[in-house]
């Protein structure tokens, strides 16, 4: 059984899927682009800001779901320059410490959607 998780206080999906799907007590995040909910603006004053603003939408579904950031077991950071990587890490970092942190892939891409430089996607499992 499958569930639909969706809230206001994260950006609005660009195509034909939902924000995150939670299946038994797993929860299946989209990824997520730095996209203000609110007024639907690109966040572009530099990939820290775009990266709080990822993790923002991010922590939003999380709570929709009844989650938080210590429920997240795995991650996947999609970066269009690696160059990129130590800022990127410092501000996802922010919102995890050593005993919660999850698994993580960092991966370098070609072009992501809106011509976004990070994308993270998230998936958390209910304890």
Same mark, same amino acid.
């Given at each position: 059984m499958k569930?639909?998780?969706? /809230?206001? *206080?994260?950006?609005?999906p660009i195509g +034909?899927? *939902?924000q995150a799907v939670l299946s038994g007590n797993t929860l299946y995040i989209?990824?997520? &682009?730095? !996209? *203000? +909910?609110? *007024? %639907?603006? #690109?966040?572009? /004053? %530099?990939?820290?800001?775009? /990266?709080?603003?990822? !993790?923002?939408n991010l922590e939003a579904i999380l709570q929709k779901? %009844? !989650?938080n950031f210590s429920n &997240?077991?795995?991650?996947?950071i999609f970066i269009t320059d690696m160059n990129d990587f130590t800022e990127i890490n410092l501000a996802y970092g922010s919102y995890f410490d050593e005993a919660t942190a999850p698994a993580r892939e960092t991966v370098q891409v070609s072009v992501l959607p #809106?011509? &976004?430089? &990070?994308?993270i996607s998230m998936i958390a499992v209910a304890e």
């Open positions: 569930k639909i998780i969706k /809230t206001s *206080n994260a950006p609005r +034909p899927y *939902n989209s990824g997520q &682009v730095p !996209m *203000n +909910p609110v *007024n %639907g603006k #690109l966040i572009d /004053t %530099g990939i820290k800001d775009a /990266t709080i603003q990822v !993790m923002k779901a %009844g !989650m &997240v077991v795995k991650s996947s #809106l011509h &976004v430089n &990070v994308e």
